[in-house]
């Protein structure tokens, strides 16, 4: 169980890594807890070191930048630009709702937020905010890979203390996963 | 006579020694330490750097270019990750715990360690980051 729980923190750094800013100062933050096997992983990632790491992340990605799974289904980075275009020309906009057994889940343009945010009752109790410009950035070029270099440059304009982007529990096992930014090294 | 030839040789000792110990300082200290009672291993070395450093002097030229094609080829990621790890403030990256083991990877008065303590084993490893720093300069020649 805990080599997944590193998984889940390792793909979040990379994912992060990805699109979190190379401020002087600033960390990312993951926290997996799962109460039941009492198995905790903490990583804290100084973000001056993601802008080193993105090139060599593009360089060795080997394919897996150019496409995204969502639900099994498989969408090149091409498709999901052309989806997200068609997403911010609508404005404030509800893009799915998500029912499914005891999640009930709804993904929404707010703002210039992206955010994927559980109802009350559900199971999973989600919170995911993704600043609009750094999708932008993330899709931009003509690439087939999603832009990491552009990403970070975005994100870094949002470098605030203890900004929490994702925050997820699981209401059967009590698994927690946290990510976020600061200014502090800890946790 | 043989007094001041006595005295001539402790002075050239001591300031041999002291030469080394201030080199072994420079460079820094690798400590690797592993305990795995059930394989029956049990080590614990520490390496000067500056061993390593005079190795370098007597590794063939073959590997060596080999090694240095390679560091350059990752030199802005290398060099960039290494000066930033120097330059950053003690800290825990990684911190895994369970009720079987505890690994920890953590940056501690110029070290990078790297700790796990479980049932079975233990194994700590602790590498001067400017040291490293160094040691990769002079193979890369960057």
Do not use: C
């Not at chain 1, 100084?46 to 498989?74: C, F, Y």
């Not at chain 2, 040789?9 to 690798?30: C, E, P």
């Amino acid at each position: 169980m805990i080599k997944n729980a590193i998984k889940i923190p390792f793909l979040a750094v990379t994912l992060f890594a990805l699109t979190l800013p190379a401020a002087a100062g600033q960390w990312l933050h993951i926290l997996v807890e799962e109460e039941g096997s009492q198995e905790t992983v903490r990583v804290n990632f100084p973000l001056t070191l993601a802008k080193l790491v993105a090139p060599m992340i593009e360089e060795h990605s080997d394919g897996d930048l150019s496409q995204i799974e969502i639900n099994d289904r498989r969408l090149t980075v091409q498709e999901l630009r052309e989806i997200w275009e068609r997403v911010k020309a609508e404005g404030d906009y509800r893009l799915a709702s998500v029912q499914h057994g005891e999640n009930d889940i709804v993904v929404a343009l707010e703002g210039p937020f992206l955010i994927v945010r559980s109802r009350e009752g559900s199971r999973h109790q989600v919170d995911v905010q993704v600043p609009t410009p750094i999708v932008d950035a993330l899709l931009s070029g003509t690439s087939d890979q999603l832009n990491i270099s552009a990403a970070l440059d975005a994100l870094s304009t949002y470098a605030s203390d203890d900004f929490t982007l994702v925050n997820v529990v699981d209401g059967h096992d009590r698994a927690k996963v946290k990510v976020w930014i600061s200014q502090n090294s800890d946790q | 006579m043989l007094m001041k030839i006595g005295i001539g040789f402790l002075a050239l000792l001591t300031a041999l020694m002291g030469t080394a110990a201030w080199a072994v300082v420079q460079s820094g200290v690798a400590y690797v330490s592993v305990d795995d009672p059930s394989e029956g291993v049990s080590f614990h070395v520490p390496v000067p750097l500056v061993l390593a450093d005079a190795a370098l002097a007597f590794a063939p030229e073959e590997d060596l270019r080999q090694a240095r094609r390679e560091l350059q080829r990752h030199a802005p990621f290398l060099k960039g990750a290494l000066q930033e790890l120097a330059a950053v403030e003690d800290a825990v990256f990684v911190h895994i715990s369970s009720p079987y083991e505890e690994v920890r990877v953590f940056k501690k008065n110029g070290y990078f360690v790297v700790d796990v303590q479980s049932d079975r084993e233990s194994v700590h490893v602790s590498v001067p980051v400017e040291g490293v720093q160094r040691l990769m300069g002079s193979v890369a020649a960057w």
